[in-house]
């Protein structure tokens, strides 16, 4: 049943964690980190997150989030960071509570984690009478931002799939500000569902050796998953989206106004990808 194979992907996934890890306590030790760098590491500060990353094996640095200089590994290390999020599709529907949901969801959430960063979360599942097609390229379109580069179509782990992907360095505006922003997004297309189903998945990176990131600059690290399924009438989507801004001021208190912010937010970007999806409809229909 399907939640058998999910549990069976979860057991899979679990051993692989702790699996790198080992591997990844292994390679602390040989670099001889001292406490107080790691205990640095763990607060994720720019400086310290960064320095985390400079593992010496160039074509496993895609593990933890970096992207290298080098063209042998660069592209292929793409696809792999946005690929392994989407083989976790079904535990964050699952996480996010719209697994098997057929009513409207919409929730805005905010939470801090064990190293005081705050998260800002958005769940949606929602049914509108528009074809699946149009729904699909609004969203695309959406994603992409203004500044994005092609990514070529050679993913060895889909190779059953028809994907497209790119990779964009345009800002997030969010009500906390604008952050920079280095992801990856890509849409996989089972070829025997592609009139029915279609997915989306963008996960950005914590280092770029090409692009790097300002340092004086705050960023986004950010993780956002999307299905869309239907049909030339309706369709039905549901987005998991979740975002960890690197520098936010520890004195402000997650009120109500956050709530109500962050709605009014993600409200304006809603209606925002509803007027894509409906200008195409229109102009087909007239």
Aim: net charge positive.
């Amino acid at each position: 049943s399907k939640w058998q194979k999910l549990a069976v992907n979860e057991a899979k996934r679990k051993s692989q964690a702790i699996a790198e890890n080992n591997q990844l306590k292994s390679l602390v030790r040989e670099k001889e980190i001292t406490a107080k760098a790691l205990s640095g590491i763990l607060q994720k500060t720019w400086q310290q997150s960064k320095a985390m990353m400079y593992v010496n094996n160039t074509k496993d640095k895609w593990k933890q989030l970096v992207l290298v200089k080098d063209p042998n590994f660069r592209e292929l290390a793409m696809h792999q960071i946005v690929d392994r999020e989407f083989e976790k599709i079904d535990s964050a529907f699952v996480e996010a509570g719209i697994m098997d949901v057929d009513c409207d969801v919409r929730k805005y959430l905010t939470k801090t984690l064990q190293n005081d960063t705050i998260e800002f979360t958005t769940i949606v599942n929602s049914n509108k009478k528009l074809p699946l097609q149009l729904v699909i390229q609004a969203a695309w379109k959406m994603v992409q931002g203004d500044i994005s580069i092609d990514i070529e179509n050679h993913a060895p782990s889909q190779k059953h799939l028809v994907t497209e992907a790119f990779y964009t360095t345009s800002p997030l505006n969010h009500p906390l500000g604008q952050f920079q922003r280095r992801v990856i997004c890509k849409k996989y297309v089972h070829p025997a569902e592609q009139d029915k189903r279609c997915i989306i998945v963008c996960r950005s990176v914590v280092d770029d050796e090409v692009y790097p990131y300002e340092e004086n600059m705050p960023y986004a690290n950010e993780i956002f998953w999307l299905l869309l399924e239907g049909n030339n009438t309706l369709t039905n989507f549901k987005l998991y989206h979740k975002v960890q801004p690197s520098v936010y001021n520890p004195e402000i208190t997650m009120s109500s106004l956050w709530c109500t912010r962050m709605k009014e937010h993600f409200e304006s970007l809603r209606q925002n990808f509803i007027r894509h999806t409906t200008q195409p409809h229109t102009a087909i229909a007239s």
